[in-house]
T-cell receptor, first 113, second 114 residues
Framework: DAGITQSPRHKVTETGTPVTLRCHQT?????MYWYRQDPGHGLRLIHYSYGVKDTDKGEVSDGYSVSRSKTEDFLLTLESATSSQTSVYFCAISERTGGTEAFFGQGTRLTVV | AQSVTQLGSHVSVSEGALVLLRCNYS??????LFWYVQYPNQGLQLLLK??????LVKGINGFEAEFKKSETSFHLTKPSAHMSDAAEYFC????????????FGTGTSLTVIP
C-alpha cells in the first residue's frame, strides 16, 4: 500500500469554524490531490499540487484553500465550514505524468453541524 | 474539463454471472483510463489502467477492460462474479498534457446475489 496518511479520520465541527485536514505521504510523489466524495457525484477534485508551493484549483474549490510547504504534506483548509461541506475527503498522490495512477488515502469523514 | 459517464449507478448480478460495468469518456485526445474499486469505508484501489499499449487490459481479481476509441468507451468486465466483488466501482480519465488531473465518473455500485 502506498504510504498515505490522512488525519483526522473523523471530525465533527460546527458551522462557521475553520477546519484543516492533513495528508502526509512517504512516497516522495510529486502530485498530490484533494477530492471530496458525495453520493451521486463520485469524486470531485477540490485542489491539487504539482510541487512544493505549486497548487491549482479543481472543479469544486470554492470555500477551500490548500498549502504544500513540504513534498510530503498537503493541507486542506475549510475557511469557514458550512453544512454543504459535510463529505468524505480523500487525498491522493501520483508520481508523475504519462499515465501513472493515483494512490488514495483512507479518507476523512467530516460532518459540519 | 473532461467528462466520464458511468451508465447505471447500481448493477446487480448473480454469483457466477458476467459482470459488465460501463464507462464512456469525452476527450479530444486519447486519454489514460483507469478503473478503481472502493470497498465500504475504505479508499480507492486501482483495478487496472490503459495507457496506450494493448487495448485489452487485464487487472487484479480477474477483471479486464477494453479500450474502444471509436466508441469512446472503457467497459469493465469479469466473466464470473464472486460475492467478494460487491463494491463501488469508479472509472477515471487523465488527459495527457493537462496537468495530470484525474476525472472520475459517478460510480457504479455492484451487488452480487448469492
Amino acid at each position: 500500500d502506498a504510504g498515505i496518511t490522512q488525519s483526522p479520520r473523523h471530525k465533527v465541527t460546527e458551522t462557521g469554524t475553520p477546519v484543516t485536514l492533513r495528508c502526509h505521504q512517504t512516497e516522495n510523489h510529486r502530485y498530490m490531490y484533494w477530492y471530496r466524495q458525495d453520493p451521486g457525484h463520485g469524486l470531485r477534485l477540490i485542489h491539487y499540487s504539482y510541487g512544493v508551493k505549486d497548487t491549482d484549483k479543481g472543479e469544486v474549490s470554492d470555500g477551500y484553500s490548500v498549502s504544500r510547504s513540504k513534498t510530503e504534506d498537503f493541507l486542506l483548509t475549510l475557511e469557514s465550514a458550512t453544512s454543504s461541506q459535510t463529505s468524505v475527503y480523500f487525498c491522493a498522490i501520483s508520481e508523475r505524468t504519462g499515465g501513472t495512477e493515483a494512490f488514495f488515502g483512507q479518507g476523512t469523514r467530516l460532518t459540519v453541524v | 474539463a473532461q467528462s466520464v459517464t458511468q451508465l447505471g449507478s447500481h448493477v446487480s448480478v448473480s454469483e457466477g454471472a458476467l459482470v459488465l460495468l460501463r464507462c464512456n469518456y469525452s476527450s479530444s485526445v486519447p486519454p489514460y483510463l483507469f478503473w478503481y474499486v472502493q470497498y465500504p469505508n475504505q479508499g480507492l484501489q486501482l483495478l487496472l489502467k490503459y495507457t496506450s499499449a494493448a487495448t485489452l487490459v487485464k487487472g487484479i481479481n480477474g477483471f479486464e477492460a477494453e479500450f474502444k476509441k471509436s466508441e469512446t468507451s472503457f467497459h469493465l468486465t469479469k466473466p464470473s462474479a464472486h460475492m467478494s466483488d460487491a463494491a463501488e466501482y469508479f472509472c477515471a480519465v487523465s488527459v495527457p498534457n493537462t496537468g495530470n488531473q484525474f476525472y472520475f465518473g459517478t460510480g457504479t455500485s455492484l451487488t452480487v446475489i448469492p
